[in-house]
């Protein structure tokens, strides 16, 4: 009975949580390396290797041009591999490239221009980019939102609402000059901007009225972790005729999809930046255990269509995460040229490993911390 249960857990696990988790994390890192390829065949440069995942090959293929096509055994990212790149993090090989005859070293990563390798580079937080902006757009484009009109129903007694003289049945028209569409739109208006005074609209039995209401700082726990968010503590109308769904054009999915997306970095870097200020925990800092478990619990909740809007949110994560300017990372790649163009030669070969070998060493304890909190949070759940 014992070994039945475990075998029923284990496959309740690989179904529920680690597909979900492989299929968001496989498109992600597919398109973010998939948009360094296509940029360096673009530009002439020989690429040896595409691998999704690390370590040893599972299986793969080599294609005309010579480039091995790879899916390895530890599924948690993956790389290109140019020709005159010495490891997966893209570190110049300068012995390789001496060997080189003059035709092979014209098609070598290092041989490129500044710009063109730059180009190269930034190619894979774009490609994830514009991954996230496609997956917003088609989805509305394909389906439509569903909006729910921000009609207050009920105010919590005691609560920021109470306080600035909201009432049921107002109509919430806009914060602080911007149009409010749905209920959605108010709760993201407030939820990011706890203990701030905002200039709220309201339609009140015809009439207009404009209050001042500053949302309550609370403390929130999901399955990211603990979140510091704005509320004033009202409830939506959930009468059926309050329920619509917007369509949209093509055009205007695409404005949607950038929307959302610069909604995201918007987002993310009001946590960086309130993080190193100390205004915001590390708890919010996830890594991939805790992506698994949300993976499998919006596959189950939600099914594909929400899985994939969660791959737009992961793709725009993993974007702004390379392009920190961190050595190892796309940025820190970045950060070498510019500092190469300033001053018109790339730095000496001893600095650019000592910089990776940092570079590799504050990635190392990232991921340790992410993971260490990972298990915090897990265990917590228990």
Partial sequence: ???????????????????????????????????????????????????????????????????????????????????????????????????????????????????????????????????AILIFAGTVYTFGRPILTPRIDQVVVGSAAER??????????????SSIRSFGDMQRAISTRPNETLSVSVDRAGSTLVLPVTPDLVETSSALGKQRIGVVGVQASRKAEDWTTQHFGFGEAVKVGFSETWFVVERTYDYLSKLVSGRESTDQLSGPIRIAQVSGMVASS?????????????????????????????????????????????????????????????????????????????????
Wanted: glycine share 12%; with cysteine; proline share 4%.
């Fill in 1 to 131: 009975m014992d070994i039945a249960a475990t075998i029923w857990n284990s496959g309740s696990f690989l179904l529920g949580y680690l597909v979900p988790f492989l299929f968001v994390l496989t498109i992600v890192v597919f398109v973010h390396e998939l948009g360094h390829f296509l940029v360096g065949r673009w530009c002439g440069v020989d690429v040896k290797v595409f691998s999704i995942g690390f370590g040893r090959e599972l299986f793969g293929f080599e294609d005309r041009h010579g480039t091995r096509w790879r899916f390895a055994l530890i599924p948690l990212g993956g790389y290109v591999k140019f020709s005159g790149d010495a490891d997966a993090s893209s570190t110049p090989d300068n012995s390789e490239v001496a060997r080189m005859t003059p035709e092979q070293r014209a098609r070598s990563f290092p041989a490129q221009s500044i710009g063109e390798r730059a180009a190269i580079v930034a190619a894979g937080p774009i490609a994830n980019f514009l991954l």
């Fill in 164 to 177: 600035a003289g909201l009432r049921a049945g107002d109509l919430v028209l806009s914060i602080d000059g």
């Fill in 302 to 382: 939600g099914g594909v269509l929400a899985l994939i809007n969660l791959a737009a949110i992961l793709s725009v994560s993993i974007g702004l995460m390379n392009l920190l300017p961190v050595p190892m990372l796309d940025g820190g790649h970045l950060m070498f040229y510019a500092i190469e163009a300033l001053r018109g030669r790339p730095l000496s070969e001893r600095a650019q490993e000592i910089g990776f070998r940092v570079g590799l060493g504050l990635v190392l304890m990232l991921m340790l911390f992410v993971t260490w909190n990972d298990l915090v949070h897990v265990r917590s759940l228990l």
